[in-house]
């Protein structure tokens, strides 16, 4: 489940986290939509933030019912500073929020939808639904030139979606280069970590080399490494209107690694 921070002194009973908190209340008067905006949507990030001067309930709410979410001051709070003014939301979130949920809206910069038809081709593009065009540019590569530096969105938007339902929250690996996510049982700021999880499309074959490098470097934070492999059951033409469908339809498989310690 990952180790216990130091110098933790409060006594926190262990909780999983559900995927429904935040939409419990669907339907009634009072359904809470939060609103983010994308970073520099024609910059290689694609994230979303929640700011402004009254952000700091959606923000609390938000980390409290389900730890999403990035706040830079995060590592400030621990020594005792004020509540984060920002909030980060990263590509597979802010899609499960927006559309797994139905409590986040996204503003999307009218040029970049004007930019993705022109270049795909057609007025018709311009008609999309936002969820539409919110996935379209986040499946989109950030440089068409070179190699992706990530697993394919879709992909890890299924890994993301199956961890999830399955209460653990799951964050990118900011700290950890070469992994797609970190899962923790708990808040992060209460324990590591336990696993660290690789995406592969079933069809892509790593190298013992590649894995063995990517375990060590898990291993030597104490962490156990997942390899999952994704099959998709759905043709890409059977879900043409709505590309995110074929999310729900993948088998994950998965494989689990650990470095073993040698004995003394």
Same mark, same amino acid.
């Given at each position: 489940?990952?180790?216990?921070?130091?110098? *933790?002194?409060?006594?926190?009973?262990?909780?999983?986290? %559900?995927?429904?908190?935040?939409?419990?209340?669907?339907?009634?008067? %009072?359904?809470?939509?939060?609103?983010?905006? @994308?970073?520099?949507?024609?910059?290689? %990030?694609?994230?979303?933030?929640?700011?402004?001067?009254?952000?700091?309930?959606?923000?609390?709410?938000?980390?409290?019912?389900?730890?999403?979410?990035?706040?830079?001051?995060?590592?400030?709070?621990?020594?005792?500073?004020?509540?984060?003014?920002?909030?980060? @939301?990263?590509?597979?979130?802010?899609? *499960?929020? @927006?559309?797994? @949920?139905?409590?986040?809206?996204?503003?999307?910069?009218?040029? #970049?939808?004007?930019?993705?038809?022109?270049?795909?081709?057609?007025?018709?593009?311009?008609?999309?639904?936002?969820?539409?065009?919110?996935?379209?540019?986040?499946?989109?590569?950030?440089?068409?030139?070179?190699?992706?530096?990530?697993?394919? *969105?879709? #992909?890890?938007?299924?890994?993301?979606?199956?961890?999830?339902?399955?209460?653990?929250?799951?964050?990118?690996?900011?700290?950890?280069?070469?992994?797609?996510?970190?899962?923790?049982?708990? #808040?992060?700021?209460?324990?590591?970590?336990?696993?660290?999880?690789?995406?592969?499309?079933?069809?892509?074959?790593?190298?013992?080399?590649?894995?063995?490098?990517?375990?060590?470097?898990?291993?030597?934070?104490?962490?156990?490494?997942?390899?999952?492999?994704?099959? %998709?059951?759905?043709?890409?033409?059977?879900?043409?209107?709505?590309?995110?469908?074929?999310?729900?339809?993948?088998?994950?498989?998965?494989?689990?690694?650990?470095?073993?310690?040698?004995?003394?």
């Amino acid at each position: 489940m990952g180790r216990r921070k130091v110098d *933790f002194g409060e006594d926190v009973p262990f909780r999983r986290f %559900s995927i429904y908190p935040l939409v419990r209340q669907n339907g009634s008067d %009072s359904f809470y939509t939060f609103t983010a905006t @994308l970073v520099d949507p024609f910059n290689s %990030s694609k994230a979303a933030v929640i700011d402004g001067p009254n952000c700091q309930a959606e923000i609390e709410i938000l980390q409290n019912m389900g730890c999403y979410g990035y706040a830079p001051e995060d590592e400030a709070r621990r020594k005792g500073c004020g509540k984060p003014s920002k909030l980060f @939301l990263f590509d597979t979130e802010m899609f *499960f929020l @927006l559309h797994g @949920l139905g409590v986040l809206r996204v503003r999307i910069p009218r040029e #970049l939808i004007e930019k993705t038809a022109l270049v795909e081709g057609g007025a018709e593009k311009l008609n999309k639904t936002p969820t539409h065009h919110l996935w379209d540019f986040l499946s989109s590569p950030s440089n068409p030139s070179s190699e992706p530096a990530l697993t394919p *969105f879709h #992909l890890r938007y299924a890994a993301y979606l199956y961890y999830r339902s399955r209460g653990w929250i799951v964050r990118p690996a900011l700290t950890l280069g070469g992994v797609d996510f970190l899962l923790y049982a708990e #808040l992060p700021c209460l324990r590591h970590a336990a696993y660290a999880v690789i995406v592969v499309p079933s069809s892509a074959t790593r190298s013992a080399r590649d894995v063995a490098a990517h375990l060590r470097v898990v291993s030597s934070v104490a962490k156990v490494m997942l390899i999952i492999a994704e099959v %998709s059951t759905l043709t890409e033409d059977e879900c043409k209107g709505k590309p995110w469908e074929r999310v729900k339809n993948y088998t994950i498989e998965e494989t689990l690694l650990s470095r073993a310690t040698d004995v003394v």
